[in-house]
C-alpha cells in the first residue's frame, strides 16, 4: 500500500484567483492521477500526472485549467486557475503501484469558491 | 459508451443483517472490476478486486460475485455492525488498464 498526503486539506477562495494542491507519496510511483468529487457525486478522472512528461487530460479538462507538475516520482501538484463556484469540489490524487491494479487515494481538498 | 450503474438510493440495513450492493454495467468486458470503501470527508478506500474468470471472493465479512454474462457485480457484507456504514463504489478499468471508473456509489447505513 501507499501513503498519500494532500494539502492543502481545504481552503476557501475567490472567484478569479488560483489555487495549487500538493500531493506527496510515501514511496515511488509511476502513476498518480487527479480526480475531481463533486458534492454528491462520484469520483471524475481529471488527469493523468506521468513523471517526464506532460499530463494526459480525460475529456473536459484542459491543461490552461488544470496545470499538473510531476517534478519526481513521490509528488505531484495540481492547480486550479481562474477559480469559479462551478469548481467547488473535492480534488483527490491517488496513485497505482505497478504490482497491483488498486488505486490509493489521498485525504482530498476539499475547495470552496465564493 | 461504458456505463456503471449503483443503486443511487440509500440501503438501510439492521444492525446484523447481510446487507447486498449491486453494481451494473454496460457496453463493457472488464477483465475485472473492483469494490472501494469512502467514508465522508475521506478518500475512497480499496476492498476488493475480483477478476473475469473468478465467480466470488471473500475478505473478512465482505464477499463480492461477478457475473460477466449479467454484466453484474453483487458486494454482499454479512453480520453488518453500524461501522460499516459508509459509501461504497464499484470501479472497472478502462481501456488504458491503470486507469479506473467510478460507479456513483451506494450509501450504506447500518442502524443499531
Known amino acids: 500500500s501507499a501513503v498519500i498526503s494532500q494539502k492543502p486539506s481545504r481552503d476557501i477562495c475567490q472567484r478569479g484567483t488560483s489555487l495549487t494542491i500538493q500531493c506527496q507519496v510515501d514511496?515511488?510511483?509511476?502513476?498518480m492521477f487527479w480526480y475531481r468529487q463533486q458534492p454528491g457525486q462520484s469520483l471524475t478522472l481529471i488527469a493523468t500526472?506521468?513523471?517526464?512528461?506532460?499530463?494526459?487530460?480525460e475529456s473536459g479538462f484542459v491543461i490552461d485549467k488544470f496545470p499538473i507538475s510531476r517534478p519526481n516520482l513521490t509528488f505531484s501538484t495540481l492547480t486550479v486557475s481562474n477559480m469559479s463556484p462551478e469548481d467547488s469540489s473535492i480534488y483527490l490524487c491517488?496513485?497505482?503501484?505497478?504490482?497491483?491494479?488498486?488505486?490509493?487515494f489521498g485525504p482530498g481538498t476539499r475547495l470552496t469558491v465564493t | 459508451s461504458q456505463k456503471i450503474e449503483q443503486n443511487s438510493e440509500a440501503l438501510n440495513i439492521q444492525e446484523g443483517k447481510t446487507a447486498t450492493l449491486t453494481c451494473n454495467y454496460t457496453?463493457?468486458?472488464?477483465?475485472?472490476l473492483q469494490w472501494y470503501r469512502q467514508d465522508p470527508g475521506r478518500g475512497p478506500v480499496f476492498l476488493l478486486l475480483i477478476r473475469e474468470n473468478e465467480k466470488e471472493k471473500r475478505k473478512e465479512r465482505l464477499k463480492v460475485t461477478f457475473d460477466t454474462t449479467l454484466k453484474q457485480s453483487l458486494f454482499h457484507i454479512t453480520a453488518s455492525q453500524p461501522a460499516d456504514s459508509a459509501t461504497y463504489l464499484c470501479a472497472l478499468p478502462r481501456s488504458s488498464a491503470s486507469k479506473i471508473i467510478f460507479g456513483s456509489g451506494t450509501r450504506l447505513s447500518i442502524r443499531p
Open positions: 491517488s496513485v497505482s503501484p505497478e504490482t497491483s491494479r488498486e488505486q490509493y
Open positions: 514511496s515511488q510511483v509511476t502513476m
Open positions: 457496453n463493457y468486458s472488464p477483465a475485472y
Open positions: 500526472a506521468n513523471q517526464g512528461s506532460e499530463a494526459t487530460y
